[in-house]
């Protein structure tokens, strides 16, 4: 079983809709949890950062992370073409400063 | 700032051949990665640098190999290419041990034939 699942399979929506992406794991020695965004022919950038389990907002993102079913999520309200990347899960244990990386998701927002 | 930069963005090289793969951060983070990332495989972390003078192997780190002379620079060698090296790979740097927000570089696209 591999550390980090994320579905990498494309996902388009119409501009406007909600975008939901996830990532299970199966370290529960995992506390940190973050999503990079990264754009055509560009390095990951830092998204969202989340410290244990619970819900965090930023704007039009809200990432919540369950440790109990060791299942991480992003949703995205009202999407914009801009938002179109791949999206990355990322998480750590702590001290050692290792982050584990999930494969990614394509998402398409289609005008 | 320009944070994190990578050169070359692009390179071809033959099998056999080797090449340095130049990293360089203008923010004084002690922290630096390298990492490869190949199509629906994720980023994988190559070799890491908790500071100069410091470094060490992580999940991939077989044909590669590493320096930290300066804080600033993290340069990435390839000895004897092969074509399980054709990647896209990219330079990270972060201040501190529990700091997760890592700052890429732009990345190398490197192709070996």
Redesign the interface.
């Known amino acids: 079983q591999k550390e980090?699942e994320?579905d990498?399979g494309p996902l388009s929506v119409p501009e406007g809709a909600i975008v939901s992406l996830n990532c299970t794991y199966s370290n529960s020695a995992f506390q940190?949890f973050?999503w990079y965004r990264q754009y055509s022919?560009?390095?990951?950038?830092?998204l969202m950062?989340t410290y244990s389990s619970g819900n965090k907002e930023d704007g039009r993102f809200t990432a919540q992370v369950d440790k109990s079913s060791k299942y991480i999520s992003l949703f995205i309200r009202d999407s914009q073409p801009s938002d179109s990347a791949t999206y990355?899960c990322?998480m750590?244990e702590?001290?050692n400063?290792?982050?584990a990386?999930?494969?990614?998701n394509q998402v398409v927002v289609i005008p | 700032n320009a944070g994190v930069t990578q050169t070359p963005k692009f390179r071809i090289l033959k099998i056999g051949q080797s090449m340095t793969l130049q990293c360089t951060q203008d923010m004084n983070h002690n922290y630096m990665y390298w990492y490869r990332q190949d199509p629906g495989m994720g980023l994988k972390l190559i070799y890491y640098s908790v500071g100069a003078g410091i470094t060490d192997k992580g999940e991939v780190p077989n044909g590669y190999n590493v320096s930290r002379s300066t804080t600033e620079d993290f340069p990435l060698r390839l000895e004897l290419a092969a074509p399980s090296q054709t990647s896209v790979y990219f330079c990270a740097s972060s201040y501190r041990e529990d700091d997760y927000g890592y700052t890429f570089g732009s990345g190398t696209r490197l192709t070996v034939v």
């Open positions: 980090v994320q990498p940190y973050m022919r560009k390095g990951p950038e830092l950062y990355l990322a750590s702590g001290g400063n290792r982050l990386f999930g494969k990614g």
